[in-house]
Each structure stands twice: as structure tokens, then as C-alpha cells.
Nanobody, 126 residues
Framework: QVQLVESGGGLVQAGDSLRLSCAASERTFSTYAMGWFRQAPGKEREFVAAITWNGGNTYYADSVKGRFTISRDNAKNTVFLQMNSLKPEDTAVYSC???????????????????WGQGTQVTVSS
């Protein structure tokens, strides 16, 4: 299985920025679309952003459009999530996931992802 490890989370103030990274263990990473999801305590896991295997298309939840940017570097087996203008509502555990498909409707559904990382905590204070 592809193993994914997230990093870059932390405690920041509202309006600050963070850059999350997700490193994959295998070269086959480049054949998968990648997504970021988040889950706050007592809340369902929600879609944040996704990118197709070659970076040709990106998708975002309405709540993060204009603030977050997803990107990938297949040569480094890494996907990134640049988070700007952070809000307290963004506080959650952020997880990356790998998906063998690239249809928009599929990439926004967490149950369609094959591999998951353990997550990294992002906390935004007011």
C-alpha cells in the first residue's frame, strides 16, 4: 500500500498561514489523484481540496476557495496544501488521501479514496 505522512500543522492565530505537506512512500504516488480532508471533534470528515494525478485540475470546498491552494510535486512524491487567511473554523485534523480516479464527483467523496495518512493537527485561535 501507499503510505502517506502529513506534516506542517500547528497552532496559529487567525489570519496566519500554514503549509501542509503529505509525503508518499512509493513512486506509484504519481498515478493517483490526491485529496485533503479535515475533521473537527464531533464533526463529520469533510472535503477540503483535491488535485488530479498530473495536476491538471484542482477542486476546492466552498469554505476554503480563495484561501487554500493544493499543489503537488510528483518528482518528490509530495502534495501540499497552502492555507492562507486561516480562521478559527479551520481548526481540525487534516489528512491527505490517495485516489486512483480523477472525476470531480469521485474526488469529493472520502469513501472513494484508497489510502490515508494519520493526519496533522491545525489549530487557529482568535
Amino acid at each position: 500500500q501507499v503510505q502517506l505522512v502529513e506534516s506542517g500543522g500547528g497552532l496559529v492565530q487567525a489570519g496566519d498561514s500554514l503549509r501542509l505537506s503529505c509525503a508518499a512512500s512509493e513512486r506509484t504516488f504519481s498515478t493517483y489523484a490526491m485529496g485533503w480532508f479535515r475533521q473537527a471533534p464531533g464533526k463529520e470528515r469533510e472535503f477540503v481540496a483535491a488535485i488530479t494525478w498530473n495536476g491538471g485540475n484542482t477542486y476546492y470546498a466552498d469554505s476554503v476557495k480563495g484561501r487554500f491552494t493544493i499543489s503537488r510535486d510528483n518528482a518528490k512524491n509530495t502534495v501540499f496544501l497552502q492555507m492562507n487567511s486561516l480562521k478559527p473554523e479551520d481548526t481540525a485534523v487534516y489528512s491527505c488521501a490517495a485516489n486512483p480516479y480523477s472525476l470531480e464527483t469521485v474526488l469529493k467523496k472520502d469513501d472513494k479514496y484508497r489510502f490515508w495518512g494519520q493526519g496533522t493537527q491545525v489549530t487557529v485561535s482568535s
